[in-house]
T-cell receptor, first 114, second 111 residues
Framework: DAMVIQNPRYQVTQFGKPVTLSCSQT?????MYWYQQKSSQAPKLLFH???????NEADTPDNFQSRRPNTSFCFLDIRSPGLGDAAMYLC?????????????FGPGTRLTVT | DAKTTQPNSMESNEEEPVHLPCNHS???????IHWYRQLPSQGPEYVIH???SNVNNRMASLAIAEDRKSSTLILHRATLRDAAVYYC????????????FGQGTELSVKP
């Protein structure tokens, strides 16, 4: 039973062509996160939504945007992908009422930029 | 944000215990210590967390030093499926539970 679903699993886009990655969850968690993981590196937090409140990390490039139209869905928009944006993009969720904030990760979307 | 130091890699034999250390000397008094692991080609998964006391669950045990400046994740009997990168992360509770991953420890398990 998939709990955090990411579509597509693999995405190829052209340099400079906008791309959207999607994440959905069946856990009814109020917090959703987007991470970027480049090859052989640790995941890096881009931003997160606490309910409807958007929280951007200070070093996240403006090229990255996010939308959360409802509790279940969250989107990552890359406005003008560069070669350096090729990475695995991970979505995660948690529930703030759980003091431990255990995060549940999706399988990721691997983005290739040509 | 609290910084963590972990060995880059460790090796273990199957069926033997594994002790994965982590130093987090700058952790604040209210930050929980979380451990996640990432198996090859998968997203990270939660392993265990603790604040001050030692903790056990079905996956592992967590031993936290009395001064909270270090902790050790203990896998009691390593299996081949435990080969993964293990991350020790102080969780900042009042910042939406966000995780700031360090470099982690890559654990390999030999049959």
């Amino acid at each position: 039973d998939a709990m955090v679903i990411q579509n597509p699993r693999y995405q190829v886009t052209q340099f400079g062509k906008p791309v959207t990655l999607s994440c959905s969850q069946t856990l009814n968690h109020n917090v959703m996160y987007w991470y970027q993981q480049k090859s052989s590196q640790a995941p890096k937090l881009l931003f997160h939504y606490y309910d409807k409140d958007f929280n951007n990390e200070a070093d996240t490039p403006d090229n990255f945007q996010s939308r959360r139209p409802n509790t279940s869905f969250c989107f990552l928009d890359i406005r003008s992908p560069g070669l350096g944006d090729a990475a695995m993009y991970l979505c995660a969720t948690s529930r703030s009422s759980d003091r431990n904030y255990e995060q549940y990760f999706g399988p990721g979307t691997r983005l290739t930029v040509t | 944000d609290a910084k963590t130091t972990q060995p880059n890699s460790m090796e273990s034999n199957e069926e033997e215990p594994v002790h994965l250390p982590c130093n987090h000397s700058t952790i604040s008094g209210t930050d929980y210590i979380h451990w996640y692991r990432q198996l090859p080609s998968q997203g990270p998964e939660y392993v265990i967390h603790g604040l001050t006391s030692n903790v056990n669950n079905r996956m592992a045990s967590l031993a936290i030093a009395e001064d909270r400046k270090s902790s050790t994740l203990i896998l009691h009997r390593a299996t081949l499926r435990d080969a993964a990168v293990y991350y020790c992360i102080p969780l900042i509770y009042n910042q939406g539970g966000k995780l700031i991953f360090g470099q982690g420890t890559e654990l390999s398990v030999k049959p």
